[in-house]
């Protein structure tokens, strides 16, 4: 128990401005109930058939734990586990993805890596392609993994509330969702546990049902959810609506969504079909159960309804109010202060966060203001940085263009933000120090953008000769945070967009050079 406390602490230690944390948590003390003879160690496949990152060979479970930023916070929690024929694990669409749109919603995420059927080669892919065509022979093969995939589903739900104190969680309010053998592992917690480990409530994902035999429903079961698509390609869909019926029969709190396109596996990819958004009904459905209430509300939230705040956002598109209050509160500089002010999106907003100390000694003034784009960033250029009297400006805009948050990117409207805010800045006497895009291979919210690490050099091409057209100080953040894939590595960024300490104190002696040289012009 020591091992997990340990851990747990290095979890929370660990939780960033973004809410997402990668801390991994062991679910037993040495090996396995049940296990104790494997000896294969987890692995990840990228180039195989599915065309999507795959783990298997898991013999030793876990969670990787994501957070919620602690305003947000609900006290919900929810086991994610992904699918795979307990063979391997769709760990992105139906495991990370998932993990971090419920970050969103103040929920926090625990992605299972539970048990598998061990893979004999480097493609598990194509080991399992050829069994899914007998499933009775596949389900006796997977029979014994079945029972300790389960196991661990329910060992996930008794750490998680075990701990539900540190980890800011309700204990009455910790459920468990899945996705095909997943969502085969969340009916078999969902129809077997002790008071310790039963689930709050359920949600398999187009479940493969029948591995169980007759469905009886517990005299306490839990809230349900399901869903599947129609033109499911492995039959699952009568599966999910037998479901439905025995939850119903049995007068539990139940709800079903059949999609009619979207096949076996959408989990969050897009397709441009309704599916693209199952998500969002899950959420409504919580939201009905009462998960979704804040444990912290703001004064904003006491005062006003959800429908009011949203009319607000809605009516503050560039959310000019962000930092109203602050600038009000911020003195006038003194006749020899170098005031800067750091003008960006998350990357921006999430550096404040991460390095204060860094902003302190400086006299750095953050104004970043997570998922922004150039156009955004434009309309609060005057209260945000003209009316601070900085002597430098750094402006670090565009990469949520290319993600195309607030529409369709076009580099030349983007750069054309960008040239008016340095136009803003120069007539105001305010020394500008343009910085790069950082590097991205992909966008973990919206990964139907293509190409994105060529877009974002394209972009940081035409920046750094605007910036030498027109005396400004160009600041490279990409060709110091760049890996081979022109991406950001783990270690300097965890999703890979956002950075962690390690990668702001890569950012934080360039940031300072470029400042130091713009004063001097």
Same mark, same amino acid.
């Given at each position: ?8 602490i ?7 401005a ?5 801390q ?5 003390e ?8 494997w ?13 999507t ?12 734990? &994501? ?6 916070a ?11 024929a ?18 969103s919603?103040?929920? %926090? ?18 080991e ?9 022979k =596949?389900?006796?093969?997977n029979?014994?993994?079945?029972e ?8 996930a739900?008794?750490?998680? $509330?075990?701990?539900?104190k540190e ?8 459920g468990?969702?899945g996705?095909s053998?997943?969502g ?18 359920i949600a ?11 469905i009886?429903?517990p005299?306490?079961?839990p809230?349900a ?8 390609q492995?039959?699952f ?5 037998a ?5 119903? %029969? ?18 969050m990819n ?7 958004t ?12 009462? &998960?979704?209430?804040? =444990? $912290? ?14 009319s607000?956002? $809605? ?7 962000r ?16 005031r ?22 400086g006299? &750095?003034?953050? $104004? ?21 009297k ?5 402006i ?9 948050n607030t ?6 409207f ?20 343009? %910085?790069?895009?950082?590097p ?16 974002i050099?394209?972009?940081n ?5 605007? %910036? ?7 600041l ?25 300490l390690?990668?702001?104190?890569i ?15």
């Amino acid at each position: 128990m020591k091992t997990a406390i340990y851990a747990l602490i290095a979890l929370l230690t660990l939780t960033g401005a973004t809410g997402y944390t990668q801390q991994v948590i062991q679910l037993y003390e040495g090996k396995a109930p049940g296990s104790e003879s494997w000896t294969w160690g987890e692995k990840e496949s990228v180039n195989n058939a599915f065309k999507t990152r795959t783990v298997y060979n898991v013999s030793q479970p876990t969670l990787t734990a &994501y957070l919620p930023k602690p305003e947000i916070a609900t006290g919900t929690a929810v086991i994610v586990a992904p699918g795979g024929a307990f063979h391997i694990l769709s760990i992105d669409s139906e495991g990370i993805e998932v993990a971090k749109w419920l970050n969103s919603k103040g929920v %926090a995420a625990f992605v299972l890596k539970y048990r598998l059927v061990r893979s004999l080669t480097d493609d598990p892919v194509a080991e399992l392609m050829p069994k899914m065509r007998d499933f009775k022979k =596949l389900d006796e093969e997977n029979a014994p993994v079945v029972e300790m995939a389960v196991a661990d589903g329910k060992k996930a739900i008794e750490y998680v $509330r075990t701990h539900a104190k540190e980890l800011d969680i309700l204990p009455n309010q910790i459920g468990i969702m899945g996705f095909s053998a997943g969502g085969a592992l969340t009916l078999g917690v969902g129809l077997s546990y002790t008071a310790a480990n039963r689930p709050d409530f359920i949600a398999p994902i187009y479940p493969k049902t029948d591995i169980f035999g007759e469905i009886k429903v517990p005299a306490d079961a839990p809230p349900a959810w399901f869903c599947a698509a129609s033109d499911d390609q492995l039959g699952f869909a009568p599966h999910a609506t037998a479901l439905y019926d025995a939850w119903i %029969a049995a007068k539990k709190i139940a709800e079903l969504h059949i999609y009619q396109k979207g096949g076996h596996g959408f989990g969050m990819n897009k397709q441009k079909i309704p599916t693209d958004t199952w998500y969002e009904r899950f959420g409504e459905w919580m939201k009905l159960q009462g &998960y979704l209430k804040k =444990l $912290r509300p703001s004064a904003l939230d006491l005062k006003y309804s959800e429908e009011q705040i949203a009319s607000f956002q $809605r009516n503050d598109w560039a959310y000019l109010s962000r930092y109203a209050e602050a600038n009000k509160k911020l003195p006038a500089p003194k006749a020899d202060e170098n005031r800067v002010v750091f003008l960006g999106n998350s990357i921006t907003e999430g550096w404040v966060n991460k390095q204060p100390e860094f902003f302190a000694k400086g006299n &750095y003034i953050g $104004r970043g203001i997570s998922g922004q784009t150039s156009p955004q960033a434009l309309l609060r250029f005057r209260p945000d940085v003209v009316e601070l009297k900085p002597k430098v400006v750094v402006i670090n805009i565009g990469i949520n263009d290319i993600a195309e948050n607030t529409g369709p990117y076009n580099p030349e409207f983007t750069l054309g933000n960008i040239a008016s805010m340095v136009e803003i800045a120069k007539a105001n006497q305010i020394k500008v120090v343009l %910085a790069s895009v950082h590097p991205a291979f992909e966008f973990p919210w919206r990964k139907e953008i293509a190409d994105v690490p060529n877009k974002i050099i394209q972009l940081n091409e035409r920046l750094k000769a605007y %910036a030498q057209k027109n005396g400004l100080v160009y600041l490279d953040y990409h060709a110091a945070m760049k890996d081979g894939r022109n991406g950001m590595s783990p270690e300097i960024a965890g999703d890979g967009v956002h950075p962690t300490l390690a990668g702001y104190q890569i950012m934080a002696p360039l940031a300072e050079k470029a400042i130091a040289e713009a004063l001097k012009k």
